[in-house]
């Protein structure tokens, strides 16, 4: 009897591990049981959607153009270029509008600086309402993003209200000391205690590498440009001709103690980061 009982037990754990061996054949994960014509989609978890502080969910953009927001882009003709791009990146709140034939029409997604959103929310008629395809990406310090008590957040709510079917993402901040740390690894500097405050092309490019697979970057200088060039001024942004002078704008920042951006360091990484991924850059064109 004990012999049977052995023989039995056995044939049932058998059975049990070829019934889970069948199991794991025939039954696939989401991912698996996706039709092969559907492409898949990234889930962001480092983006928190306004009001419900769900992830960022979409599908990955296999050409990307990121568009500076320089005065290199003025009389370039690339318009017709970047609108080819899958997916089109700008930054803050720089036109389109009168611009097509130099940095296109279309906005796949802006990033925009926490200090740019009063000027985003003094147009909301053009951002929110006549360009609804557009899905924005905001960043800010605590006191300014804090669901609670952040007075750029509840902005940023107000209009949300206002537009139900405009897509608005806030960085979470575990994402902005990702990002801290990010400049950290690359530089050897902690980002608060040099003085530093990221820019906005900066959370624009890691957004990008983690949404597309390759990526054209329009009218961003290397590292070397203003030392290496004698050319006449050009102007900080296009759409602000004869204020700012970009070379200008980027060597008072490099050198400052406080309060800056680190422009010029910042593309010694880009150009580091485009060694290892397929990111190339355009007007004026440079190899990392």
Excluded at 1 to 15: D, F, G
Aim: hydrophobic share 35%; glycine share 6%.
């Amino acid at each position: 009897m004990k012999i049977l009982a052995r023989v039995c037990a056995a044939c049932l754990l058998l059975c049990s591990i070829l019934w889970l061996c069948w199991l794991r054949a025939n039954i696939k994960g989401p991912e698996e049981n996706r039709p092969s014509y559907l492409p898949h989609t990234l889930q962001l978890r480092g983006y928190s959607q306004i009001p419900n502080g769900e992830p960022l969910v979409r599908s990955p953009c296999k050409t990307c153009a990121i568009v500076s927001s320089s005065g290199q882009m003025l009389r370039s003709g690339l318009g017709p270029q970047v609108d080819q791009a899958e997916c089109v990146l700008r930054m803050n709140t720089a036109p389109t509008v009168g611009y097509e034939s130099d940095v296109g029409s279309r906005s796949t997604l802006r990033v925009v600086s926490h200090t740019s959103v009063p000027l985003l929310l003094r147009n909301q008629t053009y951002f929110f309402q006549q360009a609804q395809e557009t899905m924005y990406v905001i960043w800010g310090p605590p006191r300014q993003m804090d669901i609670d008590h952040g007075t750029t957040y509840r902005a940023l709510l107000q209009a949300k209200s206002r537009y139900p079917s405009v897509n608005i993402y806030i960085l979470t901040q575990n994402m902005m000391m990702h990002c801290d740390q990010i400049f950290q690894n690359e530089t050897g500097k902690n980002r608060a205690m040099s003085g530093t405050f990221l820019s906005t092309g900066w959370f624009t490019m890691l957004l990008a590498m983690e949404l597309c697979e390759e990526l054209s970057v329009y009218g961003m200088v290397s590292e070397n440009y203003c030392r290496d060039h004698s050319n006449p001024k050009v102007p900080y942004h296009y759409y602000e001709k004869g204020r700012l002078d970009e070379c200008t704008t980027y060597l008072m920042h490099e050198r400052a103690t406080r309060g800056a951006h680190r422009f010029i360091t910042e593309k010694v990484v880009f150009s580091r980061w485009a060694q290892k991924k397929h990111i190339h850059f355009m007007h004026p064109s440079w190899t990392a």
